[in-house]
């Protein structure tokens, strides 16, 4: 099973920009699709963006143009380049594989003035 571990969280202000990575450990990881997921204050959690293992990517539409997805194979690492960041952003961030697993405890994304 594959173990993750969110990081690169912070305060930032609308219209910023921070860089999120997900390490993992585990021979999965190089042959799995992974997603970025988060999770705001008193609302379900969505999924973000997807990558395969191929590096294919797809976004949902309230970050699409904005976030960046990619992943380095030989690093067992993940990333999410964020920016043009809103207020809306702001949510705990979580990786998974897309088929499924365990949550990692995410980076937390808090943008504001």
């Known amino acids: 099973q594959v173990q993750l571990v969110e990081s690169g969280g912070g305060l930032v202000q609308p219209g910023g920009s921070l860089t999120l990575s997900c390490a993992a450990s585990?021979?999965?990881?190089?042959?799995?699709?992974m997603g970025w997921y988060r999770q705001a204050p008193g609302k379900q959690r969505e999924l973000v963006a997807i990558i395969t293992r191929s590096g294919s990517t797809n976004y949902a539409e309230s970050v699409k143009g904005r976030f960046t997805v990619s992943r380095d194979n030989a690093k067992n690492t993940m990333y999410l380049q964020m920016n043009s960041l809103k207020p809306d952003d702001t949510a705990v961030y979580y990786c998974?594989?897309?088929?499924?697993?365990?949550w990692g405890r995410g980076t937390q994304v808090t943008v504001s003035s």
């Open positions: 585990g021979s999965l990881f190089s042959i799995s699709a």
């Open positions: 998974r594989p897309t088929g499924g697993g365990s």
